[in-house]
């Protein structure tokens, strides 16, 4: 019994060696916070750390909320990676969509006519397979850059949302149909647990049966490992390249609905801004390589906790935001060293 | 003027070099000729500094010197211009010759004392083009010369060209002859590697032929004859790696009508493979054969031609399309196209037979990994398991993964590209038997190989190539080295100027 739970855990540590050690700077953030945050008038050590404010109900419940919504279009990111590719389009994306949707619901605009949140749902999702396959099409097909693409995307797609609200904030009080469904979907709780945060679980393990155990997430991994020898192999390199892009901006599409909920409007000019770059930087801080090829489910988790974490800890602990950033930077670039000198491999020598 | 004494060069375990022996007088022009392989390029590195020698000695007028790198070559008058080219496009042609030894004033390019001083480098080549004239504007055959110049604006007493004609006209290969001729005159020696033959005969003094890294013979003056470089290039004894290989013919399996590739657009090749033959396919670096056998898997798009399987047409450029008609390519480059060096074997074997392995698109990994042990040990490929990355399996082993990922999916054509290249005999005999085999079972083998024993010993007729046609095709009673070598540097009559 014991046997089989250690080989267990030695053959998870070999699979995830990367990811094991960012799961130690996850915990030693985590702890640095609880132990600044901690309640000074409880009874004792131990009480006070669990009374701190960082595990204080509300405090976890926001965390987990942030940790989905970000984890959402992480996931999509860390799929386009994965092929060498990179999409700078996703904040953008999320302005531009949060409007389209709040239109859908309110009718305010006028060639967007209202409709019920749920078809206005599919109407988004359909906008977003159509930009997603835009974007691969220009990118698997055409070979364009995938930079160049989705940098316009990133300029773009702003001057989108804010032509059509005309630059002023949306919101969706007056919608015409009941949106009581709407809310309580997408900002409710199950099992205490916010919706967010639950649809990130479930993307997530989707996210892992793909990339792990199905043929097109060998493929995927092939072609960014590869993509000569994938094509050679007889695998339509085009079209799973191209279904990366499109994965990624359905995710964003997804990540936008419970977002735009969250903040209730949406402000075309800052809604979402520099998203697409704490994407980029969980999937990077999570062991996707922007090379192609490399990255796994549980990397891009960890590494979105990390960056929710930190940012957590900057609001918890009263530090200055603008200095929060400067420690977010120095987070990613000690991974990204970690990396590129492969510690985890001299960490992990005796476990494998 | 120089003079190289038992130069050996060992790359690992290749021995590139054995003992050669090489030297040239000032005003001498010297052809070097070899098979592909045969150690031409690497003695050529280690005069311009890219490789030093295991052992041996350099010595230039008499003096003994040693070539770090290519700066000292440049010191003592070696110049190399290369088959490829390094020019930059976005400068003049002044800016060209003098780049990194610009005239400066006030810290700038003073442009117009590098015009002056380019101007009477150019003329001295009978070049009429001005200094300032952009690079990109010339032909391939005027950047050839202005690449000489560059050289002798350094002074050089020693001009290596390495195949300075390959993408000349015959015009363009005139004028270069005519200045090679006039070079040796103002007593620069130099070095001509080349495969066409002719051009040796037109302008060497003296050709020296190496073959397998070892001097294989020289010729002087009247010596200098096509015939007889072709078999001090070649000429030796086939040795016994070579399995029984009795065909046993049955109905034509690949037809091939009027193909040609995108390299080379006006190639027009027609071919039939029969089952259970070996065709043998020969050719010159360059002549086209790997563009052919891409353009047939369907990789490369294919702007003209037909081919069928048993009597069944393929659409042109669509991989699937092939493999789905049991077409299958082991190309030529494993690294860069037959494996995806950082997964593992199990991994790589699976990548083109997916759909065996998974169900509804879930793979099934014990069924992947006992399937792939077993072709690991029917191909005698030596790795501690399944999960051993490729990349870090020797050459051998690895080609071995690459032709069993396919050899195993019960192919009706198999065209191997190179199958044997830096492999060690061993390995090689394996992967012979593997082949006969295949044929055994009526597959129809399509064998592309720049090795002379391996084309005569394996096939059973041999098609070669040149500058993307077909020249001939022997029968086995018309097998030579001679007469593949005659097909394989004749330039094909018909090519539209």
Known sequence: MTDTATNFLSQLLSRYRKESCLAIVL???AFWTIFFSRDTEANGFIQS???????????????????????????????????????????????????????????????????????????????????????????????????VVTLCGLLGYRGLAQTITHDTSIGYFDSKFSVAGLESLLTGKLFGLPAAFIAFLLFSALMDYVLHLSVFGRYLLALGRNEQAARYSGINTVLVMAFAYVACTVLAAVAALFFCLYTSDVVP??????????????????????????????????????????????????????????ITAIVILGAALVDRFEIWKLVYRRGS | MLQL???SKSFGVVQ???????????????????????????????????????????FIDGEAVTIHDAKAAERLGISFVHQELNLLDNLDVAGNIFLGREPRRFGCIATKQLHDMARPLLEKLGLRIEPHTALASLSNGQKQLVEISKALSMDARLLILDEPTSSLTLQETDTLLALVKKLREQGISII????????????????VALRDGELAGELEGEEIHRDRMISMMIGRELKEVYPENEPSLGNVV???????????????????????????????VGAGRSEMAQALFGVDPSPSGTLSVNGAPLKRGQVRDAIAHGVFLAPEDRKASGLVLEMTICENM?????????????????????????????????????????????????????LAKWMTLAPKVMIFDEPTRGIDMGARHEIYQAMVELARKGCAILMISSDMEELLGMSHRIAVMCEGHLTGTLEKNEFSEEAIMNLAVQIHQNVPA
């Open chain 2, 5 to 7: 004494k038992n130069i």
């Open chain 1, 49 to 147: 750390l669990i009374d701190s404010r960082f595990l204080s109900a509300r405090n976890l419940e926001n965390l987990a909320r942030q940790i989905g919504m970000y984890g959402i279009f992480t996931l999509g990111m860390g799929l386009v990676i994965i092929t060498g590719g990179i999409d700078l389009s996703v904040g953008s994306l999320m302005a531009l969509f949060g409007s389209i949707f709040f239109y859908s619901l309110t009718g305010a605009h006028g060639w967007i006519p209202a409709m019920p949140w749920s078809v206005a749902i599919v109407a988004l999702m359909l906008v977003a397979v159509v930009i997603g396959a835009f974007h691969g099409w220009l990118v698997a097909k055409i070979r364009l850059p995938a930079f």
């Open chain 1, 269 to 326: 000019s800052m809604h979402g801004n520099f998203f697409e770059l704490y994407a980029i930087a969980g999937a990077v801080l999570g062991g996707c390589s922007l090379r192609g090829g490399e990255g796994t489910v549980v990397g891009m988790i960890i590494g979105t906790t990390v960056l929710l974490i930190l940012q957590n800890m900057v609001n918890l602990l009263g530090y200055d935001s603008s200095f929060g950033k400067v």
């Open chain 2, 254 to 284: 690949l037809d091939v009508k009027n193909f040609s590739t995108t390299r080379w657009p006006h190639g027009d090749t027609s071919f039939q493979i029969r089952a259970g033959e070996i065709l043998g396919m020969a050719g010159l």
């Open chain 2, 350 to 402: 699976t990548l083109n037979s997916m759909s065996r392995f998974s169900n509804r698109g879930r793979i099934n990994p014990s069924r992947e990994r006992s399937q792939t042990a077993q072709w690991l040990k029917e191909f005698g490929v030596k790795a501690p398991n399944v999960e051993h990355t490729a990349g870090n399996l020797s050459g051998g082993n690895q080609q071995k993964v690459v």
């Open chain 2, 16 to 58: 590139a070099l054995s003992d050669v022996d090489f030297e040239i007088a000032a005003g001498e022009v010297v052809g070097l000729i070899g098979e592909n392989g045969a150690g031409k390029s690497t003695l050529m590195k280690i005069l311009g500094g890219v490789h030093e020698p295991s052992s041996g000695e350099i």
């Open chain 2, 192 to 207: 001509f590697i080349t495969h066409r033959l002719a051009e040796v005969e037109q302008v060497a003094d003296r050709v």
């Open chain 1, 27 to 29: 915990l030693f953030v």
